[in-house]
């Protein structure tokens, strides 16, 4: 299930960037956060191929949103210029930003080959 972050929730979940400076992964798996906003066209063509990546790696990679317009501090943090902004969390190494949308094999593509995790039989 994609979960929609916020401030308090993204550092819990994923960088507290006001405890520490340099990166430091909170989660457990791999995770996958799209920045995106309501009213982003691409944004829209993105969110279908998100949910069927979370049924079909539940338990291996989590995936989270967050909203550009209700997150601005967060988008900030990252530097958000433009959107969908998909960034790649590894459970260790440092994360990797995407820009655009980004078809289904691609999202599985990284997952093989940043996160180790290989597509589900």
Known sequence: MI???TKETFQEKVFNWEANK???FEGKLPA???FYADWCG??????PILEE???????KVDIYKVDTEDQQELAGVFGIQSI?????VPADGQPQ?????L?????????????KVEAPA
């Open 97 to 101: 930003m995407a820009q655009g949308a």
């Open 103 to 115: 078809p289904k094999e691609t999202f599985k593509k990284a997952f093989a080959d940043v996160f």
């Open 32 to 34: 996958v956060i799209d």
């Open 53 to 59: 990546l979370a049924k079909e790696y539940d338990g």
């Open 22 to 24: 340099e990166w430091k």
């Open 3 to 5: 979960e929609h972050l």
């Open 42 to 47: 691409p944004c829209k063509m993105v969110a």
């Open 84 to 88: 969908p902004s998909i960034l790649f």
